[in-house]
């Protein structure tokens, strides 16, 4: 089993910046793909950004250039480096994993879709106010 646990949510002003922490216990051999996904209020979970472990990343278009993320192998960290921010970027953020990195047809791209990962965390609130 991997528990997940995320930190660093809060309230921000739009341009604002924010970053998330995920940290990983348990089997963390099973975490080679983590990610983080979210879910505003009457909409289904989005994939944001995710990782694998070679650091391979795949992005969500609405976050490309405003959104980083990296993972500290040795901590078995996440962290999400949210800049610019915009109030769609309203949600409940969630840390993910997987012992299975999901890639596109092409080969070259993480999958974004919430149904590849297994391992979640209870979730960080983050609201932007314009």
């Known amino acids: 089993q991997v528990q997940l646990v995320e930190s660093g949510g809060g309230s921000v002003q739009t341009g604002g910046s924010l970053r998330l922490t995920c940290a990983a216990s348990g089997d963390t051999d099973n975490t080679d793909c983590r990610g983080w996904f979210r879910q505003a209020p009457g909409k289904e979970r989005e994939g944001v950004a995710v990782i694998d472990s070679d650091g391979g990343t795949n992005y969500a278009d609405s976050v490309k250039g405003r959104f980083t993320t990296i993972r500290d192998n040795a901590e078995n960290t996440l962290y999400l480096q949210m800049n610019s921010m915009k109030p769609e970027d309203t949600a409940l953020y969630y840390c993910?994993?997987?012992?299975?990195?999901?890639?596109?047809?092409?080969?070259?791209?993480?999958?974004?879709?919430?149904?590849?990962?297994?391992?979640w965390g209870q979730g960080t609130q983050v609201t932007v106010s314009s």
């Open positions: 993910a994993a997987d012992p299975s990195p999901v890639y596109d047809g092409v080969g070259t791209d993480v999958s974004l879709d919430a149904s590849d990962f297994g391992y």
